[in-house]
């Protein structure tokens, strides 16, 4: 899964391989019985960890600050950006029943502003819509939601 969004990323010389992917594909293959790995979990989930951390910086008026890897250093706001956009994404992603734990990963990528432009959330999107899209059918055979006729 993995493979293809960095494939997909190479040929198209566009960024869609982000950190959040790495423990989205992990659930998905250790864990796809869990509820966190259905497919409805992993694209719902990361659009509310988007959402929460573009809020939390908004609130904050974060958008045109340095990010922490920028300035070498932890902002109290950044921190406090940081916090604010984790407990949206629990909260929202909880009501939603759309809870899925790498999306924590996701909305800190934009509380600290790693990701901090709509073309930013959109192809990090592509990379989760990839990921989900080939891992659902891997998770039904796996938990035999899915039978493979040969």
Known sequence: MLLMV????LVLDQLFLFPSL???????ARAPEQSVSRFYNVIV????GLASGFLAVGLLGLWQ???ISSAGHVDPVRVLA???????????ATLLHASHPPAGATTLLVALGALN????ALHLMVGVLV???LGE????IRTGELRVIV
């Open 22 to 28: 790495g423990p989205t594909s992990y659930l998905l």
């Open 82 to 92: 940081a916090v604010l956009a984790l407990v949206f994404t629990v909260t929202v």
């Open 6 to 9: 960095g494939v997909i990323s």
């Open 45 to 48: 989930g990361h659009l509310v």
């Open 117 to 120: 432009t709509g073309q930013d």
């Open 65 to 67: 600050t340095q990010t």
């Open 137 to 140: 059918p891997l998770r039904r």
């Open 131 to 133: 990921i989900a899209t």
